[in-house]
């Protein structure tokens, strides 16, 4: 008996008019250890059919719907469409084998049957039939595994293309660092320069505050596409007020979103938004804030944190470069200033001392006694010597 794991596991649907031919070819697909089904209509055949088999024993010559009719409906409907189908049929005419084809059938057994050829050619179509399905059951494996390597690829190329566009936002703060602007115009250039990164999933709008260390509040420096209101009310926040004065306040990174207790003012008319607010910081001395609009519903994941992170210890170099230049064009004013006015000062002073020279010299030279040796030597009291 050919009594397999594979056979155990496998059911054949006989479809037959006749009890006898039913009896006769289910002892035998039993003996073999097929599980069998069985039918003796076309329309009891359908039904079985939602039962899944994995092979139909087919007689054409059957009353009412013929099994031509019947193997053309199970081929019609996409539950039953895929089960191979062997005719059975003691017709020899050819014309029928050949209709049987056209329909969909796979083979063809003649009546009265041989066991072992019958066997055999079940054997051989339910290995097909496995075949089949292990083929299609790869392919759908190996779909899901193309895409699931295309989706990694794709995420890979994601990836580079995010630390692509931070090193150039990086590079680009450092080129600009160098350039001649004052820090005000030059904060409105990086500012566009991050929000220019399409990979996050940023807005295009936000702002850098700086921090008034005089006032002890951050005041604006640059900002980019906020409403006129938002750059009223915002112009400067106290540390320690609103979502920017708080992440001042606490010197950490802060995501809030427009109906957060933290907002101090009101987000009424404005689309749905958050706020990533990320401290510039330099030596434990803060120097501003930077404050990127966020999507509706979408929190920075560890790569934007990063991106901004790096951003902001940049700029952080970027400010106080800028303002060490400041302050030292300011000394160079001041001492220009100071020169300037002690050349002054003493060219008055030189001005004045020459200006006595000569009335000295003046009033010398009408004094009696001085500067006419000839009326000294020979006036009206000179005596001769002899």
Known sequence: MEDTDQTKSQKVLIVDDEPVNLKLLGAHLKKAGYEVLDAADGQRALDKALLAPDLILLDIMMPGMDGLETCRHLKESPETKDIPVIFLSALSDSEVKTKGLQVGGVDYISKPFDSRELLARVRTHLTLREQERQIRLYASNLEGMVEERTQQLREAQQEIQKDFEIQTVIAALLRLSLDAADLTNLLDLILKRILSVTSFSFKDKGCIFLMDEDEGHLRMAAGDKLDPEVLQRCREVARGHCVCGSAAQCGEPLVAWDDDDMHENDATGMEPHGHFCMPIIYEERLLGIINIYLKKDHTPD????????????????????????????????????????????????????????RQLRIRGAHRPGRGQPGRNAQGPGFLPSG
């Open 302 to 357: 560890d790569k934007e944190r990063d991106f901004i992170s790096a951003v902001a210890n940049t700029l952080a170099r970027v400010i106080i470069y800028k303002q060490a230049q400041l302050r030292l064009v300011e000394s160079e004013e001041q001492y220009r200033a100071i020169f300037q006015n002690t050349g002054t000062a003493m060219a008055i002073l030189e001005q004045d001392h020459l200006h006595r020279a």
